[in-house]
């Protein structure tokens, strides 16, 4: 039998989606025909992009549709669970080499859903110090926290360019995201520290089962990660 993927989500959660999808092909012993990221919907301009095949390879036929189906893939800690003890996750391939540069970045969102409040980000800056990387959507809200705090310099330079920046990173700090989330899958050993839901003030709060999830890859496939 043979099945098509379903995925929908800005960058980091096109990626998951996609690795939900080989997880429920493999389990269920189902070929796969096609992917399709779907674009449908009242969402925001990053979920109307075709991430996915810009960052590693999909041996599958791909199209872009105005569709709303999904793996909805942050309601499923078992799913990740899952994929962190299984091979999946080895055999992607990324179509850019791995770069080092050392750098502790705190990621920033902004734009798309405030998370973390600049106070929170204020406070992360300081614990991380004067030779931190600020990346994100928000060049607004980054020069902003540079200004707050009198030290950090924006390297941000745009979406492909900062998810990469990310894997080849030697720290990562951040409020809940899964741009950094899925980055790390190519460096598990990485040192990441990611702002628990208690300890983020923004306008947006992310439901229970997302942390859960992040959790699941925390204690089962990330080496080096704590929540802050």
């Known amino acids: 039998m043979s099945m098509d993927i379903f995925i929908r989500g800005a960058l980091g959660t096109q990626l998951f989606e996609y690795l939900c999808g080989l997880h429920t092909a493999q389990t269920t012993n189902n070929n796969i025909d096609k992917i399709i990221i779907g674009t449908g919907g009242k969402v925001v301009a990053p ?102 705090t009198g030290i950090g310099e924006n390297v941000s330079k745009g979406v492909i360019d900062d998810w990469h920046l990310c894997i080849g990173a030697k720290e990562i700090y951040c409020a809940f995201t899964n741009f950094t989330l899925s980055a790390m899958l190519f460096d598990k050993n990485k040192k990441i520290k990611m702002l628990s839901k208690q300890n983020s003030h923004g306008t947006v709060v992310i439901h229970d089962p997302a942390y859960k999830c992040v959790d699941a890859m925390f204690n089962h496939y990330y080496t080096n990660a704590s929540w802050m």
């Open 47 to 148: 979920v109307k992009i075709n991430w996915l095949s810009q960052i590693i390879e999909v041996p599958y036929t791909l199209e872009v549709k105005p569709s709303t189906a999904k793996q909805d893939v942050w309601k499923k800690p078992n799913v990740f669970e899952a994929l962190a003890q299984s091979n999946i996750i080895q055999k992607i391939k990324l179509k850019r080499p791995i770069v080092k540069n050392n750098f502790k970045i705190l990621h920033v969102r902004g734009l798309d859903r405030s998370i973390a409040s600049i106070g929170d980000y204020v406070e992360l800056v300081h614990a991380i110090g004067p030779d931190v990387k600020l990346i994100g959507d928000d060049n607004v809200l980054i020069d902003k926290i540079i200004h707050t």
